[in-house]
């Protein structure tokens, strides 16, 4: 990519993330809602860690990591609802008539949603750390954790994105969303160690997205990281974002097909 | 300006859509530079299909298309930098600012600097949103929304200008503002303007030449004037005090100098006549000696309505019915609306 495109990646970008900040009620939503999850969660199933497996006698901590990427991924997965916005408001109609790069178009994409998906996972973070969490890996496993859920949120954003240009029904992304958050996130070492999961759903978990950016940030985040489990499951994210971010690239080629 | 390549050559463009609607069936266009060129139909007739090929956002079946000298097909880049584009649908981005979507779309043209920023205030200034320029889009009036997205079309400077139903939607003073808006335009030096209505009078008062477009093809092109002249005069329409009787006005009226197509209908009676004004002291006269009293006479001139009737062969209000029947599957690919 030449710089003229980067400069381009990057005025669509800040567009992007020009339009979150002006809607206050999103970005509220957007961070309320995981203090909610971590109030609600957290006493919940604050007794949990008494049946052992958690690698930890405070739930809190183990919660953290499972809020951050479930955020992530719910925050991620609506990114179609903007595009089929931007599709019906003649917006992308307009960035095609001019010269921009359409390359710097599609990564503005994946750029904001990295920002905003790295931005939510520190703000969960730290109001983690405040309500008395404990990270026992540091600044480098929190790293490897916000690094996890930015490539799970690239995934979902990026598919998302697929759909809403593919289907152009706001019905169909609602639909499958719900159909899929609760699904994806429970069949995931979230809430509950792996050990005290069945084992049928431990091994539906294996195959799961959500689970293994959980596994690579929450093993970076022990005091003993497992350098294999996290570089595998960190690899396998990284994977399928080129994948996805691939297929929502060739969709945005379709979709000009079909203007 | 004649001594210019034409700012748009379109040869037989052919598109059709999936579903079997046929959008383009061979429409052929010549614009010359500097002009502003009407493209008048109802809706559905082809004319932002043709619009969207000529700025590069869909391909054609077949067909070739030059604007600016470049080929939509081999160099879009070079097309789309010597274009403006103003869609149908607004497509400004309602939480930024006026003056941000002006900043951002000189930029994707590669303006920095002072330069974006002068000419983003420039702009603003001349469709007088310098007040607002600095609010989010959204709060703006419908009026002031087309006012910006003429303005972005602008931004670089193009040479040729791209107006898609520029008026569709505006109440009725904001849509005479944009038409001085499109007329001071056309003054501007070496601009083309290519403008798609579906407003006979939009057409009639801002192009200098009008093509009609029916059922994708180009069924008639010429200037306003020339379009109204092949109708071959003035319509004079008359109301008698009484009935008479219709053979012997009939008879009375044919073979009057310069008086064609007699029509008695009741106490109504039209003619067409090459010089209306020139031809009623005449028909007065005439129908007097008939011993029929007449209690009005008026003189119409030609109408683009009368125009389209003749070429398309059917009226303009019954093809815009119809055709909105007919492209369903169109309307919903995200087309006209």
């Known amino acids: 990519m030449n710089s003229q495109a980067l400069a381009q990646t990057w005025y669509m970008t800040q567009r992007q993330l020009m339009a979150i900040i002006r809607q206050p009620v999103f970005l509220v939503i957007s961070l309320v809602q995981p203090v909610i999850w971590l109030f609600l969660f957290g006493n919940l199933f604050k007794k949990v860690v008494e049946l052992g497996g958690f690698g930890t006698t405070s739930y809190l901590d183990y919660l953290i990591p499972g809020i951050v990427v479930m955020s992530a991924l719910g925050s991620s997965m609506w990114a179609g609802m903007g595009t089929l916005e931007e599709i019906e408001r003649g917006t992308l109609n307009r960035f095609l008539t001019t010269p921009v790069s359409r390359n710097a178009l599609m990564n503005a994409n994946v750029v904001e949603n990295g920002i905003?998906?790295?931005?939510?996972?520190?703000?969960?973070?730290?109001?983690?750390?405040?309500?008395?969490?404990?990270?026992?890996?540091?600044?480098?496993?929190?790293?490897?954790?916000?690094?996890?859920?930015?490539?799970?949120?690239?995934?979902?954003?990026?598919?998302?994105?697929?759909?809403?240009?593919?289907?152009?029904?706001?019905?169909?992304?609602?639909?499958?969303?719900t159909f899929l958050l609760l699904p994806l996130t429970f069949l995931s070492s979230s809430f509950m160690a792996p050990s005290q999961m069945p084992s049928w759903m431990r091994h539906i978990a294996d195959f799961n997205p959500v689970n293994w950016a959980m596994v690579a940030g929450r093993s970076a985040l022990n005091g003993d990281p497992d350098r294999g489990l996290v570089l595998g499951r960190g690899g396998a994210l990284l994977v399928l974002a080129v994948v996805a971010v691939g297929l929502s690239t060739r969709t945005f080629r379709s979709y000009q097909k079909s203007v | 300006m004649s001594t210019r390549a034409p700012a748009v050559a379109a040869r037989d463009l052919i598109k059709t859509y999936p579903g079997d609607v046929t959008a383009l069936a061979g429409m052929d266009l010549t614009i010359d530079a500097g002009t502003v060129f009407g493209l008048l139909g109802p809706n559905g007739a082809g004319k932002s299909t043709t619009v969207k090929i000529l700025t590069t956002l869909a391909r054609p079946d077949s067909g070739t298309a030059t604007v600016a000298g470049h080929d939509v097909l081999r160099h879009p880049?070079?097309?789309?930098?010597?274009?403006?584009?103003?869609?149908?649908?607004?497509?400004?981005?309602?939480?930024?600012?006026?003056?941000?979507?002006?900043?951002?779309?000189?930029?994707?043209?590669?303006?920095?600097?002072?330069?974006?920023?002068?000419?983003?205030d420039e702009l603003l200034d001349r469709f007088d949103l310098a007040d607002a320029g600095n609010r989010q889009v959204k709060g703006y009036s419908g009026g002031m929304q087309r006012r910006l997205d003429v303005a972005l079309g602008l931004v670089h400077r193009p040479e040729v200008l791209f107006l898609d139903e520029p008026t569709t939607g505006l109440d009725p003073e904001a849509r005479t503002a944009m038409w001085d808006e499109i007329a001071r335009l056309a003054g501007d030096e070496g601009l083309t303007i290519v403008l798609t209505t579906h407003y006979l009078e939009e057409a009639d008062r801002l192009a200098e030449r009008i093509a009609i477009v029916d059922r994708g093809r180009i069924v008639v092109e010429g200037t306003p004037d020339e379009l109204k002249g092949e109708l071959r005069g003035d319509a004079v329409h008359m109301e008698l005090r009484a009935e008479g009787d219709t053979g012997t006005i009939t008879a009375a009226l044919t073979g009057l100098p310069g008086v064609h197509e007699v029509l008695v209908d009741g106490r109504r009676v039209s003619v067409r006549a090459g010089d209306g004004a020139a031809a009623v002291p005449l028909l007065l006269a005439a129908l007097e000696r008939a011993g029929a009293a007449v209690a009005?006479?008026?003189?119409?001139?030609?109408?683009?309505?009368d125009v389209y009737l003749r070429y398309a062969g059917r009226r303009f209000a019954e093809a815009e019915a119809a055709d909105a029947r007919h492209i369903p599957a169109l309307t919903s690919a995200g087309d006209a609306r």
């Open chain 2, 296 to 305: 009005a006479a008026t003189v119409a001139r030609p109408s683009l309505d």
């Open chain 2, 77 to 120: 880049d070079r097309v789309r930098r010597a274009i403006g584009v103003v869609a149908q649908k607004s497509g400004a981005d309602p939480v930024a600012t006026g003056r941000e979507n002006l900043l951002l779309q000189g930029r994707l043209y590669g303006m920095r600097g002072a330069a974006v920023r002068h000419r983003t």
């Open chain 1, 116 to 177: 905003a998906t790295a931005v939510q996972s520190v703000v969960i973070v730290l109001l983690g750390w405040a309500a008395g969490a404990t990270y026992q890996g540091g600044a480098g496993g929190l790293l490897v954790l916000v690094v996890a859920s930015v490539l799970l949120g690239t995934v979902f954003g990026a598919l998302s994105n697929a759909l809403g240009m593919l289907v152009r029904r706001r019905e169909s992304i609602i639909g499958i969303n």
